[in-house]
């Protein structure tokens, strides 16, 4: 801060800039000749000063500090900080006051007499030393509102911020008497304010990394929340409907849906996670003429668009048009691509009750989760695949064992061909024979062979009957193997086909 002349006016900015340090030491002789302090005690003073501002972390804890140390060593009635809310109004947000005078801590003051040629004129580092509000040449209405507080005389020093706008005031009134305010004073209250203020902005900056650091933990988290559940799922459907609801969810929107390309103008929203109020679009098939296929090339290539408002930002008619049919006002739209460098399709939010300016945080959020969706979608393809082969292995097992079965009813089935064959030569010979004995006994009447010969023939006949039916049911099971057989190779067959698909 620079030096004043006059510690009785308006003072304004001229000659050497002087530190704290020098400021301290003028105050410092100014107040052995009156013996109110020793000079080491006001040494250290200066240390406690800087120490204890800069030891403050946060706005209220510094602007608190500032004023008691200024209410401490210069020995004011009151000092505050008055805060601009607007040209013509502001709030007490820090007092150090002497016991027996009206606090003002908290305070919303209209001042209509602090006209706005007066913020321009503190911004450029104006002071205002008083030492008789009544002589002054003040307004009456300003000085009716100093009397209200018992404002006998009081020193305005401006508190600005980095960016050169103006903070406030720091204010110190003498209530108890009037007062001529000395210039090591006046300095030493310049170089507070400035300290004040440069610890200000350093706590801001401190508040606003840990802000962002705040938002980069949730971002960083959310993402590993929705990726531990995509993870967790076993099917593409699971996989979509999780990344439209959690979008939804983290970035508050309106609407989400999933866009699967079918061809080049032509898409279909499979996931959608969305208000009562809307009309779903869950199954809708959309033909897009407008979305021309260099757009592809660009998804593909991890293009995110981000639209704050459809009106303004340039697009085709009847884009606009087919956005207006569903309620859009504004989007984002990020790539679902696959590891394999195919596009699946767009992961779309949709903002439908106002326009929305979208933060790049977000827009980096939702590209991130389109990555992650392209690899869980296509993991969980190669997974169903597997299923599907591992599910054919075991039908194919299953056919090795059928056939087995099959060969042992064949060979059961021969065997009894042969025995079925043994029969029907023993009947032939059996009637060879009778042949032979009815010749031979044409003229007697010896029936005994004859007796024999016949339940010999019956024996047989049972037998070749019995015979028969073990074929039959053998011939049964057989056929019903081979069915089974041929609809499990034919199922198989299927799987296989789906599964290439």
Known sequence: MKCYKSPNQDLNNHGKFMTIEQDFSDFIKNNEQNNNLMKNDLLNLLTDTIKQIRGQQT?????????????????????????????????????????????????????????????EQYQRGRVRATPNIFEAGMSSCYIDNLEKIGVKANLVIPLINGDGSLFGLLVLHQCSEFRQWQQSEINFGIQVAGLTMEQVEKAKECHQLQVKLTQITQWQDSLAKVTHEFHDATKQSEVLQIAVDRVKEFLNSDRVVVYSLEAQDLGKIVAESSLPALAPLLG?????????????????????????????????????????????????????????????GLLVVHQCFAFREWQTKE???????????????????????????????????????????????????????????????????????????????????????????????????????????????????????????????????????????
Not at 438 to 445: A, D, Q, T, V
Not at 478 to 494: F, I, M, P, Q, R
């Open 284 to 344: 809708s098939v959309i033909k897009d003429p407008c979305f021309e296929y260099r757009y592809k090339d660009k998804y593909q290539q991890g293009r995110v668009r981000a639209i704050d408002n459809i009106y303004q930002a340039g697009m085709t008619a009847c884009y606009i048009e087919n956005l207006e049919k569903i309620a859009v006002k504004a989007n984002l739209v990020a790539p679902i691509n696959l590891p394999n460098g195919e596009l699946y």
């Open 363 to 501: 827009i980096e959020w939702l590209k991130e989760i389109g990555i992650q969706m392209g690899a869980n979608l296509l993991r969980t393809d190669l997974a169903a695949k597997m299923k599907s082969l591992e599910t054919s292995f075991t039908k194919l097992d299953a056919s090795k064992n059928l056939i087995t079965v099959a060969k042992d009813k064949i060979g059961q089935i021969d065997k009894s061909m042969q025995n079925t064959m043994m029969i029907f030569s023993d009947i032939n010979n059996l009637q060879n024979l009778c042949f032979r004995e009815i010749n031979s006994i044409s003229n007697r009447k010896e029936t005994k062979v004859m007796q024999i010969i016949v339940k010999k023939i019956a024996l047989n006949i049972e037998k070749v009957k019995n015979s028969l039916s073990l074929f039959q049911a053998d011939t049964n099971q057989v056929e019903e193997l081979l069915k089974d057989l041929a609809t499990n190779l034919d199922g198989t067959e299927s799987e296989e086909i789906i599964s290439n698909q």
């Open 59 to 119: 706005e209220k804890g510094i602007l608190q500090t500032s004023v008691d140390i200024v209410h401490q060593i210069l020995e004011c009635d009151r000092v505050v900080v008055y805060s601009l809310l607007s040209e013509s109004q502001g709030k007490i947000i820090a007092e150090a006051l002497t016991p027996g005078f009206p606090p003002t801590i908290g305070s919303v003051i209209k001042d209509p007499c602090f006209e706005a040629r007066f913020i």
